[in-house]
């Protein structure tokens, strides 16, 4: 591949870079307002779940909003597997996961 080429692609890849973080940007003032189903298991530190086995839920905050959208995304078309969480994940609309990836993503909760 000549230079110009690979540098061609390095600026789309860039462009598509910023383009999903745009994606994801969400208002994490909303965010707060919207998470009351999440801190149930994700504010409490430490906690373990039983069902459907058990395992030590992950924290939220600090987490890449993107990241976090792509994980709601999962769960909500069932990509991912938790009973729980695809039944929350199920009533968000994209709106709400930007919102509430934004909060968590600029939490250290």
Do not use: F
């Amino acid at each position: 591949m000549k230079r110009p080429a690979i540098v061609s692609v390095v600026a789309w890849g860039l462009l598509l870079a910023l383009s999903g973080t745009a994606q994801a940007a969400g208002d994490p003032a909303a965010g707060k307002t919207k998470n009351a189903m999440c801190i149930g298991c994700h504010g409490i530190e430490g906690y373990r779940t039983s069902y459907p086995t058990v395992y030590q839920v992950p924290r939220l905050g600090g987490q890449h909003a993107e990241y976090l959208v792509k994980a709601l995304e999962a769960y909500k078309t069932g990509a991912r597997n938790h009973p729980s969480m695809k039944g929350i994940a199920a009533t968000l609309s994209t709106k709400d996961m930007e919102d509430l990836a934004a909060y968590y993503a600029n939490s250290g909760k």
